[in-house]
T-cell receptor, first 123, second 107 residues
Framework: EVQLLESGGGLVQPGGSRRLSCAASGFTFNDYAMAWVRQAPGKGLEWVSS??????????ADSVMGRFTISRDNSKTSLYLQMSGLRPDDTAVYYCVKLDAFGNGPQTWGDSWGQGTLVTVSS | DFQMTQSPSSLSASVGDRVTITCRAS??????LNWYRQKPGQAPSLLITRGSTLHTGVPSRFTASGSGTYFTLTITSVQPDDFATYYC?????????FGQGTKVEVK
């Protein structure tokens, strides 16, 4: 059974930094691309970033480009999101998502989702 | 950028009703359109891929169709588990975009 367990959420001051982690199990981690998707309180889903199985190809939403960095450690079956320059509109539940393929190009979807970790950006 | 627009934003239904949700893309996404269900307080879960393919384990009461810019998701007989919010997602671009969601509520 696929399990994705996010951690690292919490209260952060505007301009601050935070690192989210996602511990994956139940599948061959390095065979699959991964992504982060967020959801502001009471709002819809917003894709944030994705990374290929090797970790050599990544994409970012315009709203986080230059502030967030996605990475993975296949030896630890873990996905990360380093967030800096945080703003109040980054407040959201951040979901770790397993893609259905090795690549993170077109024709992909999220076939497994973690339960999410809440990041609140406020002074 | 691909903009995805769902309608309606919400609807009311009773158990056993047939409901249809639409998703329109600002430009053609061919068949690269997926659907998710998000139950209250839970993470989203995948329902449909490539416009019309039922994901593993998804009940057959869910059907979907469409291509290009117009897609539909139909629940042929709403069950208690289906009172939730539904999202479409395009994957023509590696930068996914989601519709704003359609909430299916109890009438």
């Amino acid at each position: 059974e696929v399990q994705l367990l996010e951690s690292g959420g919490g209260l952060v001051q505007p301009g601050g930094s935070r690192r989210l982690s996602c511990a994956a199990s139940g599948f061959t981690f390095n065979d699959y691309a991964m992504a982060w998707v967020r959801q502001a309180p009471g709002k819809g889903l917003e894709w944030v970033s994705s990374i290929s199985g090797f970790g050599d190809i990544s994409y970012y939403a315009d709203s986080v480009m230059g502030r967030f960095t996605i990475s993975r450690d296949n030896s630890k079956t873990s996905l990360y999101l380093q967030m800096s320059g945080l703003r109040p509109d980054d407040t959201a539940v951040y979901y770790c998502v397993k893609l259905d393929a090795f690549g993170n190009g077109p024709q992909t979807w999220g076939d497994s989702w973690g339960q999410g970790t809440l990041v609140t950006v406020s002074s | 950028d691909f903009q995805m627009t769902q309608s309606p934003s919400s609807l009311s239904a009773s158990v056993g009703d047939r409901v249809t949700i639409t998703c329109r893309a600002s430009q053609s996404v061919r068949s690269s359109l997926n659907w998710y269900r998000q139950k209250p307080g839970q993470a989203p879960s995948l329902l449909i891929t490539r416009g019309s393919t039922l994901h593993t384990g998804v009940p057959s009461r869910f059907t979907a169709s469409g291509s290009g810019t117009y897609f539909t998701l139909t629940i042929t007989s709403v069950q208690p588990d289906d009172f939730a919010t539904y999202y479409c997602q395009q994957s023509t671009s590696p930068k996914w975009t989601f519709g704003q969601g359609t909430k299916v509520e109890v009438k």
